[in-house]
């Protein structure tokens, strides 16, 4: 029998080829068809390792999801950068590798996001996601998330929808 060791942290810069990785494969998961092939893949490019290296940073709250084999997820958060959400607080990117989703770690991310938010005195918290996105929509509203705006973005030529939840 083995154990599984399964840990959020903040993201090294060691983890940036894992995060890379996992950008790509969900991304291509969630978004092939959806955003426009090229689109696509020009915004997979520009995610690569140096990127990620790059983003941990900033500054702005990096985690990841460590299964002990490596990366399997990772959230980008902070304060809100869009009005409309009516939040404090705002989930950048939430992504799992298409092989760790639907089994609860998502769940588990979200919630240690959103109880440091809390503990920064970020109560109200917002997050994006592109109407066509079905899956990432039923997770939000799973997890109580109200719509409480929408907006159209340009990607590739196509204009895409995406929807606004809040936490409260």
Not at 48 to 72: K, N
Not at 73 to 91: F, H, K, P
């Amino acid at each position: 029998m083995s154990d599984l060791l399964v840990s959020i942290r903040r993201a090294k810069a060691e983890d940036s080829a894992g995060l890379a990785r996992v950008f790509e494969a969900a991304w291509r998961e969630a978004y092939l068809g959806v955003i426009p092939g090229v689109a696509l893949e020009k915004l997979l490019a520009r995610r690569g390792a140096d990127w990620w290296r790059s983003a941990i940073g900033r500054g702005r709250p990096l985690v990841v999801l460590d299964v002990g084999q490596g990366i399997a997820g990772y959230v980008s958060y902070g304060r809100s950068r869009d009005r409309r959400l009516q939040a404090d607080g705002e989930i950048d990117e939430l992504y799992l590798a298409p092989e760790y989703q639907g089994i609860g770690y998502g769940r588990r991310l979200f919630k240690a996001v959103r109880n440091d938010l809390h503990d920064r005195q970020m109560k109200r918290i917002g997050i994006w996601a592109l109407s066509d996105n079905a899956r990432a929509r039923g997770f939000y509203e799973g997890l109580g998330g109200r719509s409480v705006a929408e907006v159209e973005e340009r990607i590739g030529g196509v204009t895409l929808s995406k929807v606004g939840y809040l936490f409260v």
